[in-house]
């Protein structure tokens, strides 16, 4: 027998568990959170993350030289992974592995058309799902959204331009592919930051087509406004300068993981891919991983804080 005090208290109890589980947010398209991510164990977050890409260099043409006394000292002050490949040749494939988990079966150099497109999910949707935001930075492209070479602009070196789950919308492209030179406006605001920022210099300032040197210089131009940017040093956000692919008989290039969430004067000898760092990015934000590539790459946490 059950007595009526009893019965209204179990009642209000099951009611309880019931608003508090509706108050869990899902991960992105409704999945719960991978197991053991820093919003399903309550461990902090990446607030903002920041990723340039540079073009076409092994590590061993960076780490060391005398031409890129810069990156060196950005490497020495921070973390750096000293085993870390790229997946594929040439360029483009790479470019999408790092935003989407996948080459989706590109395997050249080709521009945006019917015959050269991702039609994979890419972190642009997870983004949006998981309520964060996000930007391309483009330098030289000739207007939001382009998606044809222009001058020094290399459109293989946007990979959110071959995805019709960005493209297909004009005005959200527009909005979110922008030129390099809106990041100086979104930087100096404390609030316009996106939570995501992928940049791509263009060919000279990349290292494609001008000197180590060159490429240095403007790092050191960009990086240190990034790190002092009013949004991105609050918190814990984290820099990545990273190399597309490298040259020659080598594909490892130098991973630099810098600002407050990277750990200071660390060395990682971890074997890492470009499936690496994206698994990283998802899982501090809770995303499930984009393809079994990224799930099975093992994560860069080691180089953070």
């Not at 490298?246 to 993981?257: D, P, T, W």
Request: charged letters at 20%; hydrophobic letters at 40%; proline letters at 9%.
């Amino acid at each position: 027998m059950e007595f009526p005090g009893f019965r209204l208290l179990r009642l209000v109890a099951g009611a309880f568990a019931v608003l508090l589980a509706g108050c869990i947010p899902p991960g992105p398209g409704g999945l719960p959170p991978e197991a053991g991510s820093p919003r399903a164990s309550g461990q902090d977050s990446l607030h903002h993350v920041v990723v340039i890409v540079e073009e076409n260099k092994a590590a061993d043409a960076i780490l060391g030289s005398s031409e890129a006394p810069f990156i060196n000292r950005l490497a020495s002050d921070y973390a750096l992974a000293t085993d870390y490949s790229a997946v594929a040749r040439p360029s483009l494939p790479n470019y999408l592995a790092l935003s989407s988990g996948t080459t989706a079966g590109i395997t050249r150099d080709c521009r945006p058309s019917p015959h050269c497109r991702a039609a994979v999910p890419s972190i642009a949707g997870a983004i949006d799902r998981s309520g964060r935001t996000w930007k391309m930075y483009a330098e030289g492209i000739p207007a939001p959204c382009g998606r044809e070479d222009s001058g020094r602009y290399a459109v293989r070196h946007n990979p959110f331009a071959y995805y019709p789950e960005v493209t297909d919308d004009a005005a959200y492209c527009a909005g979110h592919v922008v030129p390099l030179t809106e990041l100086s406006g979104d930087l100096a605001s404390g609030s316009d930051l996106p939570d995501f920022a992928f940049i791509s210099p263009d060919l000279c300032h990349d290292m494609h087509d001008c000197p180590v040197r060159t490429g240095d210089d403007w790092l050191s131009e960009w990086v240190p406004r990034i790190l002092a940017a009013p949004a991105f040093a609050r918190g814990r956000s984290l820099l990545v300068v990273v190399w597309d692919e490298g040259q020659g008989s080598s594909n490892k290039v130098a991973a630099i993981f810098a600002g407050p969430a990277a750990r200071r004067g660390y060395r990682s000898g971890t074997a890492f891919s470009h499936y690496s760092l994206l698994h990283t990015i998802q899982r501090a934000w809770g995303l499930a991983p984009l393809t079994g590539e990224v799930r099975q790459a093992p994560m860069m946490d080691e180089l953070l804080r």
